[in-house]
C-alpha cells in the first residue's frame, strides 16, 4: 500500500519561506516522477512543480524564481522550497506520484500580507 504524507506547512508573512516534505511509503518513490500541487479556496487544484526520477523540473511559471522542487530517493522524500511568498500563495498543497496517480491528504500553507 502506497502513502504519501506531507508535513511543512503553516502561517508565514508575505516574503517569508516555508520547507515542505513529502515521504513515500512503499516501493514506488524512485521510479515515479514526483510533483506538488495546490487549490486555493474557490479554485482547481493547479500543478506547481515536479521533478523526474533523473532530477529534471518543471516550473509553474507563477513560481519560477521563488520555489525549488528536489527529491532524496534514499529518504523517499519530495521537497518544495517556497521561498518570498506571496498571499496569493495561499492554499492546501499536495505531493502526487505522478507515474502512479497516488496522492497525499495535503498540507496548509497561509500567507499573510
Known amino acids: 500500500q502506497v502513502q504519501l504524507v506531507e508535513s511543512g506547512g503553516g502561517l508565514v508573512q508575505a516574503g517569508g519561506s516555508l520547507r515542505l516534505s513529502c515521504v513515500a511509503s512503499?516501493?514506488?518513490?524512485?521510479?515515479?516522477?514526483m510533483g506538488w500541487y495546490r487549490q486555493a479556496p474557490g479554485k482547481q487544484r493547479e500543478l506547481v512543480a515536479y521533478?523526474?526520477?533523473?532530477?529534471?523540473?518543471n516550473y509553474a511559471d507563477s513560481v519560477k524564481g521563488r520555489f525549488t522542487i528536489s527529491r532524496d530517493n534514499a529518504k523517499n522524500t519530495v521537497y518544495l522550497q517556497m521561498n518570498n511568498l506571496k498571499p496569493e500563495d495561499t492554499g492546501v498543497y499536495y505531493c502526487?506520484?505522478?507515474?502512479?496517480?497516488?496522492w497525499g491528504q495535503g498540507t496548509q500553507v497561509t500567507v499573510s500580507s
Open positions: 502526487k506520484a505522478e507515474t502512479f496517480a497516488y
Open positions: 521533478i523526474t526520477t533523473g532530477g529534471n523540473t
Open positions: 512503499g516501493n514506488i518513490f524512485s521510479i515515479s516522477v
